[in-house]
């Protein structure tokens, strides 16, 4: 079974420009999740989609974004990017919501590196 | 407001040494997650614990989940170079809107 993917794995931009970035999840899995990490940090919660919609968002500002498709894949958006923005983006799947169950796994990506300069 | 503090940031050891990482808070948890991560890869969970003064053993390691649900820790027996990589807990916020909130890992690195 394939794992969790996103493409691009590395992306440099600009300030001011936006950027999308893409998470396929496990075949099966409806529920993903969408994560920033950073040296600063850590790994800090954007938001969850379960079935193309939004259940849970993080604390972020308006210019993050996303979507589910009913295919389970996921992009999210950033808009306006600015130099505090670059960040290793990761997306996980698991097979139901995660949250709440303790059985519930989520299975990571390897993520996408984004540089903004 | 970081909930989720987690000691120490960085640890460097020789094979064979064991070592204990720690993760605290304030806040109490419905359960709390540890996770891998290599570079270049994403966090990988080894284990998830649930119940308050809860221990569950994985081969060379042990995590244990405290009390009162607001702190934990996983301790690695005689460190072997494999293990090296970055720690990750992370606490399943209580509520209306659960979410899973990390602390900022320990980078372990074992020399051989």
């Known amino acids: 079974k394939a794992g969790v993917t996103q493409t691009p794995r590395y992306l440099i931009k600009t300030r001011g420009q936006q950027v999308t970035l893409s998470c396929s999840p496990i075949s099966g899995h409806r529920s993903v999740s969408w994560y920033q990490q950073t040296p600063g940090q850590g790994l800090q919660f954007l938001f969850e989609?379960?079935?193309?919609?939004?259940?849970n968002k993080g604390n972020f500002p308006g210019r993050f974004s996303g979507r589910q498709f009913s295919n389970s894949r996921s992009e999210m958006n950033v808009s306006t990017l600015e130099l505090g923005d670059s960040a290793l983006y990761l997306c996980?799947?698991?097979?139901?919501?995660?949250?709440?169950?303790?059985?519930?796994?989520?299975?990571f990506g390897p993520g996408t590196r984004l540089t903004v300069l | 407001t970081q909930l989720l503090e987690q000691s120490p940031q960085f640890l460097s050891i020789q094979e064979g040494e064991n070592l204990t990482v720690y993760c605290n808070s304030s806040?109490?948890?419905?359960?709390l997650q540890w996770y891998r991560q290599e570079p270049g890869e994403g966090p990988v969970l080894l284990v998830t614990v649930v119940t308050g003064g809860e221990v569950k053993k994985l081969k060379r390691l042990t995590f244990q989940f405290g009390d009162a649900r607001k702190d934990s820790s996983l301790h690695i027996t005689a460190a072997q170079p494999g293990d090296t990589g970055l720690y990750l807990c992370a606490g399943l916020t209580q509520g209306g809107s659960e979410k899973l909130v990390f602390g900022k890992g320990t980078k372990l690195t074992v020399n051989p």
């Open positions: 806040s109490v948890f419905s359960s």
């Open positions: 996980a799947s698991s097979f139901l919501v995660p949250l709440g169950r303790s059985t519930d796994t989520q299975y």
């Open positions: 989609y379960f079935s193309e919609t939004q259940r």
